[in-house]
Structure formats: C-alpha cells, structure tokens
Nanobody, 127 residues
Framework: QVELVESGGDLVQPGGSLRLSCTASRRFFSIATMAWYRQVPGKQREFVAIMDTRGPINYTESVKGRFIISGDSGIFGGNNPPTVALQMNNLKPDDTAVYYC???????????????WGKGTVVAVSS
C-alpha cells in the first residue's frame, strides 16, 4: 500500500501565493499521471491540474496562468518516493477548497495501475 500526504495549505489573502506538496510513502515502479483536485463542502470534487509523465500538462480554465504543477525525479520511478507540487499564485477567494493530490501508477510491476489519493490540505483565501 501507499499513502499520499499533502501539505502547504493555509489561510492567505487574495493575491497571495501558496505551494502545496504531496509526498508518497514509498517509491513507485512507474507513474502515468499526477493530478490535483479540489472540493468545496457540498460540491463535487473538481479537477485542477494534471501532469502526464510523458509530458502533457493540463489545467482547468480558471487556474491557467496562475497555478503550476510539477514533480520531482521520483515521478519517473527509481529509488525515491515521488513528490508532486502545486504552485498557486494570485489566489482568489474562489480558490478556497480542500486540495487533494492523486497519483495513477504502478507500485510494483506485479500489480495493476491504480489511483492513489491523499487526504487533502485546506486552502482558504480571504481578506
């Protein structure tokens, strides 16, 4: 099994910045995609950003130009657990939510690829 732990959530004023981080508890054999989602209480979880280890990166329209998703060398396998980051700039009140990271990959070469989710970190944007 593997756990993903998000960190970096905080209360920030509009226009401010935060950097979220998501670290796995173990290394992956291979990763296909890493993504960030967010959820406001009472609403469905929504997609924020996704990074394919083969290159393509996509963002939801509302965060384009403000958020940047990135990963360290662990996302390409090897000996280190992967870390996925979300740099969030020019934050707006509508960005307030619980942010979750998700990794889709293989923890070994003997199991099927699965989605692994963190438990979330709270981002609050308010003056």
């Amino acid at each position: 099994q593997v756990e993903l732990v998000e960190s970096g959530g905080d209360l920030v004023q509009p226009g401010g910045s935060l950097r979220l981080s998501c670290t796995a508890s173990r290394r992956f054999f291979s990763i296909a995609t890493m993504a960030w989602y967010r959820q406001v209480p009472g609403k469905q979880r929504e997609f924020v950003a996704i990074m394919d280890t083969r290159g393509p990166i996509n963002y939801t329209e509302s965060v384009k130009g403000r958020f940047i998703i990135s990963g360290d060398s662990g996302i390409f396998g090897g000996n280190n657990p992967p870390t996925v980051a979300l740099q969030m700039n020019n934050l707006k009140p509508d960005d307030t939510a619980v942010y979750y990271c998700k990794i889709h990959g293989w923890i070994t070469d003997r199991v099927a690829a699965m989605d692994y989710w963190g438990k979330g970190t709270v981002v609050a944007v308010s003056s």
